[in-house]
């Protein structure tokens, strides 16, 4: 993240962003914006003010929000999956494959993306000589997040404490190259050593002036000009860091990788971004006085929802409330704020049953058929029988009457 401008406006409308990126112009010397790609997160006032003061710029819209708005209306794994493969699908037809099988999975989803245009979010119909693949909007709410505290603030300590954060940063960037192990960032060297890794499974084979024709393993043919610095799958010309393709090309000829890789990357173009300070200012106790009356602070109204001091939540986030304090309370006992989880959405296909049906067995272990046989051990049952007592004829008569005997004298 380099910080390159920032600004404080009354009110977010058309009016204040072209004001913004007037000045911005201004200080860049952009001459048609052709040169210069933005990326947002397709802010309603933003986008006009783009049209009016930049027309021919690209302005790319980050797919993080552009997904958040479309699971409002196609929810689902398997929809978020083909999205994010759409975006990142670096070459036409490959975009087009990838449209074709949202298609076949939900018609509605793919009429609601189709309609917006696909070269503001994904990577297929971005231009190449910007040398940047950025589809998220992260770098914005990485600075927004730094500088949360200074926000609410009175507008003097506000910008002065930007300005600090900004001074910082900027002075540990310029100290943290010093101490690059390589020619390259930590962060283009660990890509390169992936794309490294990768480039063992293709097979290149020369045409001619440094040009290419590299077979991958698992299928495609891919066409790599090392002179252009170009690859028929495009991620090179994207980025500027040579794909697996191109790199298995430069170990073909056995030369370096660095000296195919965008100057951008390197040491001393990165020196050089960071080499301007941001001077140190003493507290307003020690400025000089100039004599002139003290500038008025302007009327200052409360716009709804501002300053944002919370983080909008995203619709798959849900607040769990703070569980219920102990009774009686223990003495170290301390309460639990509430919380933010993010709700794992279940695939509920309503047209295709049958792929749910095929899913399923494989997210159940399968039963253990080791079942012991029934022990067929069974003992006989004892034969020997007792012979029944033979009734005494004489016994029993006697006993009945006997008793009948006993009743009619207790009843006299
Ligand atoms: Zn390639």
């Known amino acids: 993240m380099f910080p390159l401008a920032y600004a404080v406006v009354e009110i977010e409308s058309k ?8 000045l911005l112009i201004a200080d860049l010397g952009i001459q048609n914006g052709l040169a210069w790609v933005f990326i947002s997160d397709k802010q309603k006032r933003l986008i006009p003010a783009m049209q009016t003061v930049l027309p021919n710029t690209e302005h790319r819209m980050c797919v993080r929000h552009l997904y ?8 689902g794994l398997a929809l978020k999956h083909l999205l994010w493969a759409a975006a990142r699908a670096t070459t036409l037809p ?5 449209m074709d099988n949202l298609k076949k999975e939900d018609a509605d989803a793919w009429g609601w993306l189709i309609e917006r245009p696909a070269k503001n979010w994904s990577r297929s119909h971005f231009a190449t000589h910007y040398k ?8 914005c709410e990485s600075f927004n997040a730094a500088i949360i505290d200074a926000r ?3 507008i003097l300590t506000c910008l002065e404490r930007i300005r600090m954060y900004i001074m910082i940063r900027m002075a540990n960037r310029r100290a943290s190259c010093q101490h690059w192990r390589y020619t390259v960032g930590p962060r283009i060297f660990n890509i390169i050593e992936k794309n490294k890794l990768a480039s063992s499974q293709c097979i290149p084979r020369l045409a001619g002036e440094k040009k290419y024709q590299v077979s991958q393993l698992y299928g495609g043919e891919f066409v790599v000009d090392l002179r252009a610095k170009t690859c028929s799958c495009r991620r090179w010309d994207l980025c500027g860091i040579p794909c697996p393709h191109a790199i298995s090309a430069i170990f073909h000829r056995n030369e370096d990788i660095e000296d195919y890789l965008d100057k951008l990357y390197k040491k001393d173009p990165y020196l050089k971004t960071y080499g301007p300070i941001i001077g140190p200012v003493p507290s307003i106790d020690q400025w000089p006085r100039s004599g002139l009356l003290a500038i008025k602070p302007p009327n200052f109204k409360i716009q709804p929802g501002r300053p944002r001091k919370v983080r909008t939540k995203e619709p798959g986030e849900v607040e769990i409330p703070a569980p219920v304090p102990p009774n009686p309370k223990p003495p170290n006992w301390k309460p639990q704020p509430a919380r933010l989880r993010r709700i794992f959405i279940k695939i509920r296909c309503k047209l295709k049953k049958a792929k749910l049906q095929l899913l399923k067995p494989r997210l159940q272990l399968p039963k253990p058929k080791l079942m012991l046989p029934k022990p067929k051990l069974q003992l ?5 029988m007792l012979p029944k007592p033979k009734p005494n004829p004489k016994l029993k008569p006697k006993a009945k009457l006997k008793s009948f005997m006993q009743i009619s004298k207790q009843g006299q």
Do not use: M, V, Y
């Open 68 to 75: 958040n708005n479309f699971r409002g209306q196609h929810t």
């Open 380 to 384: 006989p049952k004892p034969k020997i």
């Open 15 to 22: 009016a204040s962003w072209i004001w913004f990126l007037e």
């Open 132 to 139: 940047c693949d950025l589809l998220l909007n992260n770098l």
């Open 152 to 154: 609410d603030k009175p």
């Open 94 to 98: 490959w975009w087009e494959a990838e």
